[in-house]
Each structure stands twice: as structure tokens, then as C-alpha cells.
């Protein structure tokens, strides 16, 4: 058992034994550090301004991260490195990162109450970018110079993950836009900004300051194997490694609140006020984890996270990747899981519409007992779920469309990013000789569940893939939904653009 | 000419550039606070209309956490932060008028704290029949400020006789600042009731003002400082003060230092956003589009108190002929009351509002003759010599906009990109493009002449270093930097030399809001006239001890040089101080030509300059 949070804040090692566990990484920083180059700009992970980027081990290696600290919990930092912008320029000579050179150069800031955040989202995949065998070995040398020996896994698995994560040699301005999607500038109309991130990502090379943050988290950072028990503020947070210790737990405390990437949680401590008084969180769990393709299809943990389980995704269907990829912005992705999406049992989660067209399994542990349902049965009403208490998600199994299969997916907002679906719509319909043998529509926002079509469903069952087939599939719907009017559009709107 | 770096027409970078890329650029929330300072919490009105019965708030203040509660009858001045006119109660008393309104305020150690505590109130209210929209205000007359026409020709015949005839409804939506940083305040107590409020303000004497009439104390009391803002956008420029206010009050109630820093969420709900409008108009024109008559009607969402509503409304009125010249015109501009937060300035002040009308009936214009949009706003332009007086009275100069246009047309292709675009949209059913190209005519400076005023403060210290001081505030938008290489210019020294200062009502007072499209002409120029007036005095100085004329001497690469002698700038400096020749200048300045068209109803409404 571990009682004390550790991480490394730049270069410096931190224990904390007394904080709240639903501190944010912002309020810690900004409070307690008196950090104060990061910014609160909306408290919700909307804006970016609030930008860090986190340092972690996976499966030996280490790779960097841009996350919003606004909305994750300060504990959910032990055993990782976070970096702020207060730790780019270098030290001793003042010199400016690459990232910031640029952003000065291009104009890239106005008011530059976002930029710190921009920085932050630019420097993370300019670290992953960075990362060449050359620096790895620099690093390796450094730590070797040092008086503590570092663990040799360490700097392998660094070198390891590093070269995990390809990001083009010069992104252009559309991967440049991906990556500061979640970052909002109410100045400078985004332009100079895209300009001086083509620029500092084209060919990007670490710094000396990089080499030497790397060689920080290679020292220090390593792999807790045992749970993580905090109780401070009158309130207690557990954060296990395996999951049978986490399904102990939640047998014992099932009344404690489950956190993955806290994108949904965090908002309920910053927003909603709420008080957590038991805390257990996953994203710990390694076996919850894996993202494992087998036979015709592919197994998702539940606390993959978005960026983690791309691969399935893309795999799965091109239409699932681009929802994913429209689903929030890179610091969400970052955090937010599968598992998260669906527990959370939002009618406009994004993900259960594509997962229930494709035919998910979702499975479930409490104790040593496990179960599994088809994804569709798990939503029983507003926010309702068939989760039980000290029940928990493990993972989906989701089978790849087959040949007879055409799978599409598609998502309307308001915005083209960081935006949640008016609709989001999944079709899977298994042709043969062109009669539709089975078709499986999903929708999301059009009820108070993400929830099939039966009737559009028997409108085009056994009859031939036309137009007039799917004219009479698209009045059926009208009889699958009651679409509400609310703040992201009308009832109105909502029927005919889900036709 | 000068070889000093940073002088005027130098593209630069912002002077605080790389303090925003290092996280270093303190924001008022970064400001370090001192030992025992409080965080302050507002609760708000959930009617958005209706009396209050009753709130009791015993249980808030014997909350062991609330260093202090305030309401209405703890304001020891007056309870209102209206910036124009009244109307704008600090904390409700009796009567709320929108849903959002402050009811209380309470400090405590962390903002959670008075959150916590603020919720134990008991608040209940009788509710009132609350009117929300425009239509509603319409039909029940509810008028906040009177009715403005402003009125040429005669309308009614020229739309009687016009060959066609249209009319129509659009509406107009709001919209939030989203200013990155939020509303924020922080106000530090001193001796004698003194006060220092660091406010996130575009105005900083109003909040000075204001909050002197709060604690009922003298202006000279209050101090405010800025130095920047994390965006204002106009949100900014009246929408400040009742944060600042209350954390003023609330720091001079516990003598301890008080920061008010506003949610995102509290800060969409309490604070005003742009006017909403519906617009309602019938216009008569030829086969060629060409305008001849037009009546609009602006109905403006002012919300529960005039606030800047007046002049954002008479800004709208002023923009409705955009860049179009209107022969027999009308336009009617209501400003209506309504239960809900108060509207306030944003960017274009009224008159992308008024301009959007104009361009709205241009395209129904073009819809209807089945032509080409460009080519009817093309045809209406104002003229250079003929057609070039607007309805307020004011002669166009410097009309450059046919052949802008035609420029613009030329080197955009627009032909051939209209051709693209309809080729497109004959193949696709479902997705469609389109293309504009708009003129702009914009009013520079304020419509009420009294505030195109700006003052500086200049400091030459000895050793050739520049103290820069003005009313200007900076939001980003790069203002003290411009202002600063003014000054540099002036000196003919290089740019680094010249220490740029937050805004600061102690330095210079009696200040307008930066806003109005004005931050750079008039403190630039006031700037100017200090680092002019110092200069005189330096120049005398140099030249007794050179021995030439004064009139002889160049100010440039950080010298002072005549007929091949120099003296270094700095050794000047020090030359003046031990003659006991001041080095120390305060710089004024009044926008040249405009006058308040509401006012005096005078030709020439908006600034040349
Ligand atoms: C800025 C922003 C943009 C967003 N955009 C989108 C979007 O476009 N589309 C969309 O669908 N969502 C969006 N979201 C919502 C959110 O990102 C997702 O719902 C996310 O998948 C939640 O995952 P998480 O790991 O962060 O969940 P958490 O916040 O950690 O948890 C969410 C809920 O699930 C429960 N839970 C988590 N894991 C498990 C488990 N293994 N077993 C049982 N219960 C569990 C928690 O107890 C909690 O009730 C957005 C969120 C933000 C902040
Ligand atoms: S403060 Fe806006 S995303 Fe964190
Ligand atoms: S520079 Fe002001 S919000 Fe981006």
C-alpha cells in the first residue's frame, strides 16, 4: 500500500500526503505551487487554457501527453511527470523552447491568456516528435552520469514508446489544427498560431531542456505495483494497479464513485460541486487497459483511452475513427475512456451509437462474478444503466464488419470539434444479393438513452437495398423517436437530420 | 531618420510577448496575494422578475467559514454600479429584474468556502410576470430609453412610387465576450479607507469612480490598476465594475485583502452580452437594385437597465446605410426592456447590428431581381462627389470603396469564383456554397464627443530610461507597445529604453474606456504631447551645452546631435536634472473633429483621423 501521492513536477520530485483527492491539477498548481502560468479559462475542459502536459510510463516506456489539469485530480498525477509551461525555456540561459519561439515569431498571441495552453498542446507532440534514438541515447548518457542509477527498463522502454507514437516528420496545417482543436483563442483568429505550430514541428529536434526532462522522468518515474489509499479532507481515494484488487475494493466500498479519465467526473467536482467522499480510480488498472485485436474483432478495456484504442477504431471502420477523432479534442482523447463513455450513459455519448450498430458485447466484473450483455440492454433509461453496485466495466468486445457488412457512422454538432452530438447516427446492414438480410441503426441524442430503431430496422430487413426501401426506413423513424427540443436543437431540426 | 530599433511603422512582436509563451504575463489572478486574503463568492436571482420577500442570510454569516456577507444594506455609499444612468443595483434590494442578478456576496478563505456558505440562505420571492424577448417587449411597449428616428427625404413616396417593393423580419442573435480570462477583481485595503483594486477592466476610472461612490469615499481614495486584460472584447468595459465594487466593499468591511473571480458559468449568466435585434423593414428599388426608398426598424434587447444600451443602439442607428448611399430614408431604433441580463458593449458597439440590417435587405434585393448580390451593393455605394452624404448629415471623404471593390474583385477573382460556386451547387443536392463581398464603413471614436480625450505621463529618468504611462488599457490588442514606440519615435531612442507601466488611475485620471476603435490615436497622441513637451526642455539643455540652436538638433540612435557633435540621450538627461530642468511631462490630447450626432444633430459624426 502506497499513502502518498508521488510525481515529478518538472524536474522535481513531489510527495503529497494531505491534499483533498478532488483537488484539480490546476487548483494544486496554481494554489499550492503558485504556479501561475497556467490558466483557468472555463473550468471544463473546453478551452485549453488550463493546458499541462503528463509524463507516464506505459508498458515499460514513457510517453507525454497534453491534458486539461482543470478537470483531472491531483492524485491521478502518482507515478507521472507533469510539465508546465513554466518548464519549457531553459533555465540558466532563458532561451525559449521552439514551440515558444515560434508562437512569438508568427504573432501567435494576443491578450495571451490562452497561450500557455497552446503551448502546452503544441510542445506535446513536439516532445513526441522530438523524440529520436539520438536523444534517447543523450538521456541514457546523462542518467548514466548521474550518481543514482536509474532503472535500465526505464530508458529502454522510453526509447520503446517514443517511437510508438508517429507523427509526421512536418505536420501540416490540418494536423497542426487537430492538435490545438481544444484550444480556444478568442484573438488572434487561429492563423498565426497554426503557422507557428507548422513551424516548430517541422523537423523537430529536443532541446537541451527537453533532454534533460526526459532524463527527470527516466530516473524518477516508475511503476507502482501496489494501490494507491489516500484519505485526507474527510474524503478517501483508492487507485489500484490489478483488477482483482480493484473489484475487492468496490465490493467493500460500493458506494465509492468510479473514475477513468475524470472528463466526466471532473466536471461534476468543478461544476456541479459535488462532493466525493470515496474515490476509486482505474486508470491505474493494467488489465483494463488492453486494447487486444483477435479473430474478427477487437477487445477494448474499459479504461483504454480514446487515443489509446485508436487503432480499433480505425480498424473497425473509418467512419468510427473520425467520430473518435470529432469526439472532444486531444486533450479529451487523452483522458477520457471507452468505459467512461458508456457508463456515463449519456444519450449523446458518442461511441455506444457506432458500438451498438456493430454488434458490442459489454462486459462487466463484481467480486469474482463477471456477465455480459449485448451494449444495447445495458441503457435502461435516463442515465440509467444495468450497472450494479460494486459492479464495474471492463471492457466491450466489438466484432469487425464482415464482407456482406457496410458499416457508416456519422456525427452533427454545432461545431466541427470539441462539440457534442445534436445526432449521432450508426448504421450496420448486412447485405445479400442486395436484400438487406440484417440491419442494425443506432442513434444518439434522439432519446433519453443512446437507443436502436426497430422500426426503420423492419423497414429495410428483408427488402432490397433501394431507394425506396430506405425513403420508407426513414419514415419508419418517426415511429423509433420523440426527439425533445434543447439547448443543442430543436426537435424540428433533430428528425429530419437523423433521416 | 532614426536607426534606434522599435519605432513606429516596425512590425514587432507584442511588447509582452514572451512573457505570454513562458507563462510569465501576471493576469490579475496571478497577482501573489498577501497572507489572510479572502476569496468572495456572488449569489444570484433564480426569478427574473420578482420581489424579494424575504432573504435571510443569519445562517450564511454564522457559517464559521464566512469572514463576511454583504447585501444591499451593507453598501455604506450607493447601491448601483450603472456607468451612464442608474439601474444597475450592486446587490438587489426588493426587486429583481433578471435571472443572474446579485443578491449577496460572501468571503471566506477559498471561493468553495463562501460557495458553500452562500447556499445556506433563504431566498423567497413573490414572482412577477417576466417579458424575455423582443416581441414580447414589442407588443407590451416596454421601452427603457426613448425612441431614435433618424429620418431623410420622404420615405413613404419614394417607396409609393418605387417599380419594386419588398419587406421582411430578421432577427439578430446575441452573443458571450468569451473573453479567456473572466470577469476578475482584487482589492487591497490601506490606511484612511484607502483602496487598491487590481481590476480586469477596459475602464478603469469608472470602476475607480464607481466604487468610490459604493464606500461612499472620495475619488482620490480608490486607486485602479491593469496591466492587461485576458481579452475584453467590450465585455470588459462596463461589466467590470460591479466585481470590482463588491470585492472593494467586501475588503473594506474586513480590512483584509478580497479577490471576486467569477466562474465561467456564474460569469455567462451575470454579465451582459451583445444586443440582440429584430429588424423589420420595406424597401422600394428599380430593375437595377438601386435603393430609393427604405424604412427600418431596429428593436434592440436591452435588457433590465440602459447600461451602454443607448449609445450601442444609436451606434446601430448610425451603421444602417453600411456603405450605401440612402436618399429617402427612415430608420426607427427601439430600445427595449426586458427581464434579462443587461446588454452591454461588444466589439462593433451596435453597428455590425445596424449594418447586418442593410446587408440583409441587399440580398433579398438581389434574390428577388435574380442577380447577383455584389453587383446590387456595387451599385449603391456612396459616391465621392454626387450621393455622398449619409443621413445623419456627415459628407464621406476620402470615399475609396468603388475602387477598393473593384480591386478587391479583380485580384479575388470574384467571377470566376461565382461561376465555381454555381457550378457546385447545380451538382449538389444537399451541400451548397456561397460568396460575398461586403464594403465596411466603420465610425471611429466615441459618438459622445466628451470622451475622444486621452491623457499621458512621461518620466525621463537620469540615466536616458522612459517612464510610459496613459489611460489606455491592453487587452491584447498590442495598444502599449504602439504607444510605446511612439514615444521611442519621439525620443529617437531605441524601444527597450522605454519601460512600459500598467494603467493606473493614479498616474493618470479622469480616463474613457479603451474602446471606440480609439486606444491608439488619442493616447498615442497624448504620449506624444508629454514626450514633446520634455523634449523641448532636453533640447534646451543640449544645445547650450553643444552650442548650437535648438531648432538644429536631431533626436536619433539614442543621441542628441547637431552639426556633428552628439551627446548621448541619458547624459542629457542628467544634464537637465542637475540645471533642475523637470524630465517629467503629463501629455493631453481631444479627438479632432467629431461630434455626437444625437447631441447637436450637427453634421460630421465620426473622427478623420
Ligand atoms: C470538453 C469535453 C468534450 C467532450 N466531448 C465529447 C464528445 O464529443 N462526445 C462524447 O461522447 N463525449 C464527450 N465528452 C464526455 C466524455 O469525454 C466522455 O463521456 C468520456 O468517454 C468519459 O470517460 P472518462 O474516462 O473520462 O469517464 P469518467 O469521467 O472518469 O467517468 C464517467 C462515468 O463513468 C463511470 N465509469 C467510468 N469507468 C467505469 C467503469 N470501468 N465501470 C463503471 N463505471 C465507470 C464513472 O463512475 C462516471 O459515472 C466530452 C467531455 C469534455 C470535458
Ligand atoms: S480551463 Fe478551460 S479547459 Fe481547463
Ligand atoms: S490571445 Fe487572447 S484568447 Fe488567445
Redesign the pocket.
Known amino acids: 500500500m502506497t499513502d502518498r501521492i508521488r510525481f515529478l513536477l518538472g524536474t522535481e520530485p513531489r510527495e503529497i500526503a494531505d491534499a483533498d483527492p478532488t483537488m484539480t491539477v490546476l487548483e494544486y498548481l496554481r494554489r499550492i505551487e503558485r504556479r501561475r502560468g497556467t490558466k483557468e479559462g472555463c473550468a ?3 478551452c485549453g487554457a488550463c493546458t499541462v502536459v503528463v509524463g507516464e510510463c506505459t508498458g515499460g516506456g514513457l510517453r507525454y501527453r497534453a491534458v ?1 489539469s482543470c ?1 483531472q485530480l491531483l492524485p491521478t498525477l502518482d507515478g507521472r511527470q507533469l510539465l508546465t509551461v513554466e518548464d519549457l525555456a531553459d533555465p540558466e540561459t532563458g532561451a525559449l523552447h521552439p514551440v515558444q519561439q515560434a508562437m512569438v515569431e508568427a504573432h501567435g498571441s494576443q491578450c495571451g491568456f490562452c497561450t500557455p495552453g497552446f503551448v502546452m498542446a503544441l510542445y506535446a507532440a513536439h516532445q513526441n516528435a522530438a523524440a529520436s534514438a539520438r536523444t534517447l541515447r543523450e538521456a541514457a548518457d546523462r542518467i548514466a552520469e548521474s550518481a543514482d542509477t536509474p532503472s535500465p527498463s526505464n530508458v529502454i522502454g522510453l526509447a520503446y514508446a517514443m517511437d510508438q507514437i508517429p507523427i509526421a516528420a512536418a505536420p501540416d496545417r490540418d494536423a497542426v489544427s487537430d492538435m490545438i482543436a ?1 484550444n480556444l483563442c478568442r484573438c488572434t483568429g487561429y492563423r498565426p498560431i497554426v503557422d507557428a505550430g507548422v513551424k516548430a514541428l517541422a523537423g523537430a529536434q529536443p532541446t537541451e531542456r527537453d533532454t534533460v526532462l526526459f532524463a527527470a522522468a527516466a530516473k524518477h518515474l516508475a511503476t507502482r505495483r501496489t494501490t494507491l489509499k489516500l484519505a485526507a479532507a474527510g474524503k478517501r481515494y483508492f487507485a489500484p494497479v490489478r483488477e482483482h484488487v480493484l473489484a475487492d475494493i468496490l465490493e467493500t466500498h460500493p458506494d465509492a ?12 467536482v468543478t461544476k456541479q460541486h459535488r462532493e466525493l467522499a470515496k474515490i476509486v480510480y ?2 491505474d488498472v493494467e488489465e ?1 487497459k488492453a486494447v487486444q485485436e483477435h479473430g474478427n474483432g477487437w477487445w477494448i478495456g ?2 483504454a ?2 487515443t489509446d484504442a485508436l487503432p480499433a477504431f480505425a480498424d473497425l471502420h473509418r467512419d468510427f475513427a473520425e467520430l473518435v477523432r ?4 486531444a ?3 487523452n ?12 444519450p ?4 455506444p451509437p457506432a458500438l451498438i450498430a456493430l454488434g458490442a458485447t459489454l462486459h ?1 466484473r463484481r467480486g469474482k462474478e463477471t456477465r455480459h450483455m449485448p451494449l444495447e440492454d445495458f441503457f435502461l433509461g435516463y442515465r440509467k444503466t444495468a ?1 450494479q453496485p460494486g ?4 471492457g466491450v468486445a466489438v466484432p469487425k464488419p464482415r464482407g456482406d457488412q457496410r458499416f457508416a457512422a456519422y ?1 452533427i ?1 454545432k461545431r466541427f470539434d ?4 445534436a445526432v ?1 447516427s450508426a448504421y450496420r446492414i448486412t447485405l445479400s444479393g442486395g436484400i438487406v438480410g440484417e440491419a442494425r441503426i443506432a442513434h ?1 441524442g434522439m432519446a433519453e438513452t443512446p437507443k436502436r430503431a426497430p422500426a426503420a430496422e423492419a423497414a429495410l430487413n428483408g427488402h432490397p437495398w433501394d431507394e425506396t426501401t430506405m425513403r420508407r426506413a426513414m419514415e419508419a423513424l418517426a415511429h423509433d423517436y420523440r426527439p425533445i427540443d434543447d439547448m443543442r436543437a430543436s426537435a424540428a431540426y433533430l428528425l429530419p437530420q437523423c433521416r | 531618420m532614426s536607426r534606434a530599433k522599435g519605432h513606429v511603422r516596425e512590425a514587432l512582436a507584442h511588447d509582452s510577448a514572451v512573457k505570454h509563451v513562458r507563462g510569465t504575463a501576471v493576469y490579475a489572478d496571478d497577482i501573489v496575494e498577501p497572507e489572510g486574503a479572502l476569496e468572495a463568492y456572488v449569489a444570484m436571482s433564480r426569478e427574473a422578475h420578482g420581489r424579494i420577500r424575504r432573504l435571510d442570510v443569519s445562517a450564511v454569516a454564522a457559517d464559521p467559514a464566512a469572514a463576511v456577507v454583504l447585501t444591499a444594506r451593507d453598501v455604506p455609499g450607493v447601491n448601483d454600479v450603472g456607468p451612464v444612468l442608474p439601474g444597475d443595483p450592486i446587490f438587489a434590494d426588493g426587486l429583481v429584474e433578471y435571472a443572474g442578478q446579485s443578491l449577496f456576496a460572501v468571503a471566506a478563505r477559498s471561493v468553495a468556502e463562501a460557495r458553500r456558505a452562500a447556499s445556506k440562505a433563504i431566498v423567497e420571492y413573490e414572482t412577477l410576470p417576466a417579458i424575455l424577448t423582443i416581441e414580447q417587449a414589442l407588443a407590451a411597449k416596454s421601452f427603457l430609453l426613448p425612441t431614435e428616428k433618424l429620418r431623410r427625404g420622404d420615405p413613404d413616396r419614394a417607396l409609393a412610387m418605387a417599380p419594386h417593393r419588398l419587406g421582411g423580419r430578421l432577427e439578430i442573435g446575441g452573443q458571450d465576450h468569451f473573453y479567456l480570462e473572466g470577469q476578475v477583481a482584487f482589492a487591497i485595503p490601506g490606511e484612511d479607507g484607502d483602496m487598491l483594486i487590481y481590476s480586469s477592466t477596459q475602464h478603469p476610472s469608472e470602476v475607480q469612480h464607481l466604487a468610490a461612490r459604493a464606500l461612499g469615499r472620495r475619488d482620490a481614495a480608490i486607486t485602479v490598476e491593469v496591466r492587461r486584460m485576458g481579452g475584453g472584447f467590450g465585455g470588459k468595459e462596463t461589466q467590470a465594475a460591479l466585481f470590482a465594487v463588491i470585492a472593494a466593499l467586501a475588503a473594506d468591511r474586513t480590512k483584509r485583502p478580497v479577490k471576486l473571480r467569477l466562474d465561467r458559468d456564474d460569469d455567462m449568466i451575470m454579465t451582459g452580452k451583445r444586443h440582440d435585434f429584430v429588424i423589420r423593414y420595406e424597401v422600394g428599388f428599380d430593375a437595377d437594385g438601386r435603393i430609393l426608398g427604405l424604412k427600418l426598424e431596429l428593436a434592440g434587447r436591452c435588457g433590465m437597465s440602459p447600461d451602454l444600451s443607448g449609445p450601442v443602439n444609436d451606434r446601430a442607428l448610425f451603421h444602417a446605410d453600411n456603405a450605401y448611399f440612402l436618399s429617402d430614408v427612415e430608420v426607427v431604433s427601439h430600445r427595449l426592456k426586458t427581464n434579462t441580463v443587461s446588454n452591454t458593449a461588444f466589439r462593433g458597439f451596435g453597428g455590425p447590428q445596424g449594418m447586418m440590417a442593410i446587408e440583409h435587405v441587399i440580398d433579398e434585393i438581389a434574390r428577388h431581381l435574380g442577380r447577383d448580390a455584389y453587383e446590387i451593393r456595387r451599385t449603391n455605394l456612396y459616391g465621392t462627389t454626387t450621393r455622398n452624404v449619409t443621413p445623419y448629415g456627415q459628407t464621406i471623404d476620402d470615399n475609396i470603396l468603388p475602387e477598393l471593390l473593384d480591386d478587391l474583385a479583380k485580384s479575388a477573382d470574384y467571377a470566376g469564383r461565382r461561376r465555381q460556386v454555381e457550378a457546385f451547387n447545380a451538382k449538389s443536392p444537399v451541400l451548397k456554397r456561397g460568396l460575398a463581398l461586403t464594403p465596411v464603413k466603420f465610425g471611429i471614436s466615441f459618438t459622445n464627443t466628451m470622451l475622444n480625450q486621452a491623457g499621458a505621463l512621461v518620466h525621463v529618468y537620469t540615466d536616458g530610461s522612459v517612464h510610459l504611462n496613459h489611460g489606455g488599457t491592453e487587452m491584447g490588442q498590442g495598444l502599449f507597445v504602439k504607444v510605446a514606440q511612439v514615444v521611442a519615435s519621439e525620443f529617437g531612442i531605441d524601444l527597450d529604453r522605454v519601460k512600459i507601466t500598467a494603467t493606473n488611475t493614479g498616474k493618470v485620471p479622469n480616463t474613457s474606456a479603451t474602446a471606440a476603435s480609439s486606444g491608439s490615436d488619442l493616447n498615442g497622441m497624448a504620449a506624444q504631447t508629454a514626450a514633446r513637451a520634455i523634449k523641448k526642455r532636453m533640447a534646451a539643455v543640449a544645445a547650450a551645452a553643444l552650442g548650437v540652436a535648438p531648432e538644429a538638433l536631431v533626436f536619433a540612435d539614442n543621441k542628441i546631435a547637431a552639426g556633428g557633435h552628439a551627446l548621448e540621450f541619458g547624459e542629457v538627461a542628467k544634464k537637465a536634472w542637475m540645471a533642475r530642468i523637470s524630465l517629467s511631462a503629463t501629455g493631453y490630447y481631444r479627438g479632432r473633429s467629431s461630434i455626437s450626432p444625437m447631441a447637436r444633430r450637427r453634421p460630421r459624426c465620426w473622427s478623420t483621423r
Do not use: H, P
Not at chain 1, 257 to 268: C, F, Y
Not at chain 1, 326 to 329: D, F, I, N, T, V
Not at chain 1, 348 to 351: F, N, P, V
Not at chain 1, 391 to 394: D, G, K, Y
Open positions: 471544463e475542459g473546453d486539461n478537470i481544444g464513485t468510479i473514475v477513468a479519465g475524470a472528463t466526466d467526473v471532473g466536471l461534476w482505474i486508470g483494463l474499459a479504461a483511452t480514446y470529432r469526439l472532444g479534442a486533450q479529451v482523447r483522458c477520457g475512456t471507452i468505459g467512461g463513455n458508456i457508463a456515463n450513459a449519456s449523446i455519448g458518442d461511441t462487466l450497472l459492479e464495474f466495466v471492463t456525427k454538432s470539441q462539440d457534442i452530438s449521432c444518439g
